[in-house]
Nanobody, 122 residues
């Protein structure tokens, strides 16, 4: 299974971007999907996550500005980012909690996208 992320770019503060990430390959099932980001010199942090049932959770720093959504038919996840700030500048990574099985037993494993750069200028 491979993940392909897109949608990053350069935007002025206050602007918007929409990130997309789609999974392809042999997929049995998908649990939670999320977006993480890593700014220069900092550790990777969770931005937003959405469960298979549609429940969402956001980092305090983005709540009210970012919206995560998923399209199960397309095996895709999106991140709508509004009111962007310079501190949102980072490489954004999508993460899928994929499910495989052996017999009746289900196993979950991680896949990461390649990262897409978001740069917000002041």
């Amino acid at each position: 299974v491979q993940l392909q992320a897109s949608g990053g770019g350069l935007v002025q503060a206050g602007g918007s971007l929409r990130l997309s990430c789609a999974a392809s390959g042999s997929i049995f099932d998908i649990n939670a999907v999320g977006w993480y980001r890593q700014a220069p010199g900092k550790e990777r942090e969770l931005v937003a996550v959405i469960t298979g049932g549609g429940s969402t959770n956001y980092a305090d720093s983005v709540r009210g500005r970012f919206t995560i959504s998923r399209d199960n038919a397309k095996n895709a996840v999106y991140l709508q980012m509004n009111s962007l700030k310079p501190e949102d500048t980072a490489i954004y990574y999508c993460n899928f909690k994929l499910v495989t099985h052996k017999g009746w037993t289900r196993y979950e494993y991680d896949r990461w996208g390649q990262g897409t750069l978001v740069t917000v200028s002041s």
